[in-house]
């Protein structure tokens, strides 16, 4: 299984809608700060996804599911994303819309257990021989170039490291001296070289150079302790997903037809399951030796009435996995059709026997003094000044029409007040944008009465 050179695939994150969230905003008994880590009221569900974080932190939750359920822009998201912060950054996160299963390219099945493998984390340890030190020498020996011409070429590379304990020369392969010139290092950097695999990485300059120019763009690292040669811990986190990609692409060779069949390649390739099964094995067989360990994520299904019946069915089976994240869904429908089964109608679009293995959290609509106090969050994260009338005349904004849409009316507003000559924000700037831009309830109105005068 191929594991050296895994290059993440984990989706970049949507933050700019949230990226005032920080966490929970609990205490340490795990009960809510009403105003904390970015969130604003909601107590109750705050609280609960508290304790599913404790649940998850205990590992007591693999194979379960929640479900964020509530009106549009109660911050069901918001949660979702604060759970995530709190398990931290090293747990995966893969947050996805319930629509994205209906693709052209590849099966719906094939892409939830895509998601549910890009949730699910590899903590790989491995003890590795290397040679660690500030380099006190690097002379690379030079010779005559064996295929004749004018150049010489390097024949080897002898190179001085020093440690707390002491010093070594080494004489090292020419191959080395390549990667030690992609790596920039020079005298006084501290540097690390696997023993098996030559691989050279450069941690930094060593701290005794910290005071060597008045302005420093260096990171300055301590001399390393111990022996030059030493058995060192490396740690490297991959998802699943990532294995199976790495796992999956075909090694072509170099001549035009496997070029030529790697470009025409579709870019949406599916993930057969026994190259999956052959991946568990070996994943099983590194945790059975200690050699890693699993690290299961979250995956934020959001929309999930989009799904039909043959994805819930799915879901649950795959729910039951001994190898499984923790499932967070949402959504914004009461009782409706289950897509694909036209016939049943059922709580928030979704089949009785997932329900039953699934907790709830619910989340209520802002008050107008939160919506005033999140509207100045969004504010200050936005890097925008408002006055108190004008956050007020906000707010009255968002309590008749709905959070969403008065967040989005900042903006704006900002430039209407640098137009009209305002280093902040006030009430005529937001009454100004507020006569520009219709939110839904008010331009469906007008439209109907439009229809009205016109139909008679």
Do not use: W
């Amino acid at each position: 299984m191929n594991i050296e050179e895994v290059k993440s695939t984990v989706k970049t994150q949507r933050i700019s809608a949230h990226s005032h969230i920080k966490g929970l905003g609990l205490d340490e008994n795990g009960v809510p700060i009403p105003i904390a880590a970015g969130l604003v009221g909601q107590e109750n569900a705050r609280e609960a996804a508290g304790i599913v974080v404790d649940m998850i932190k205990s590992k007591k939750m693999a194979g379960r599911a929640i479900l964020m359920a509530g009106p549009p822009g109660t911050g069901k998201t918001a949660i979702a994303l604060a759970i995530a912060q709190e398990l931290g950054s090293k747990v995966p996160f893969c947050p996805m819309v319930g629509s994205e299963v209906f693709s052209s390219e590849i099966k719906k099945t094939e892409v939830l257990m895509e998601n549910f493998r890009r949730a699910i984390g590899l903590r790989i340890k491995e003890t590795k021989e290397v040679y660690e030190g500030e380099v006190t020498e690097l002379t690379p020996v030079e010779t005559e170039n064996p295929m004749g011409g004018y150049g010489k070429t390097v024949s080897h590379v002898i190179i001085g490291l020093k440690t707390a304990k002491g010093t070594k020369q080494l004489k090292l392969d020419p191959s080395i001296h390549e990667s030690l010139s992609k790596e920039k290092v020079e005298v006084g950097d501290v540097i690390y070289i696997e023993a098996n695999s030559g691989a050279v990485k450069r941690q930094g300059r060593s701290d005794t150079f910290a005071t060597e120019y008045d302005l420093e763009a260096e990171e300055y690292v301590p001399l390393p302790k111990g022996e030059v040669h030493k058995k060192k811990e490396v740690i490297q986190d991959v998802t699943l997903h990532d294995l199976d990609v790495a796992n999956a692409r075909p090694q072509g060779g170099q001549d035009i037809l496997s070029m030529m069949g790697q470009l025409i390649k579709s870019k949406k390739t599916e993930i057969t399951d026994k190259l999956r099964t052959e991946i568990n094995k070996v994943v099983n067989s590194y945790i059975d030796q200690g050699i890693a360990e699993l690290v299961p994520g979250v995956l934020f299904i959001d929309e999930i009435h989009m799904l039909d019946i043959e994805t819930f069915t799915y879901l649950h089976q795959a729910l039951e996995s001994s190898i499984a994240p923790i499932v967070v869904f949402a959504t914004n429908r009461g009782r409706c059709h289950v897509r694909g089964a036209e016939d049943i109608i059922s709580p928030h679009g979704m089949p009785m026997d997932l329900l039953d293995r699934i907790l709830i959290i619910r989340t209520l609509p802002y008050s107008k003094q939160e919506m005033t106090e999140i509207l100045k969050l969004r504010a200050q994260t936005e890097g925008l000044s408002i006055d108190a009338d004008g956050l007020t005349k906000l707010s009255e904004i968002g309590a008749q029409s709905t959070l969403r849409f008065a967040v989005q009316l900042l903006t704006p507003a900002n430039l209407t007040a640098k137009v009209n000559g305002r280093s902040s924000i006030s009430k005529e700037d937001i009454t100004e944008v507020g006569s520009l831009f219709l939110d839904a309830k008010s331009s469906a109105r007008l439209l109907s009465q439009h229809r009205d005068k016109f139909m008679k």
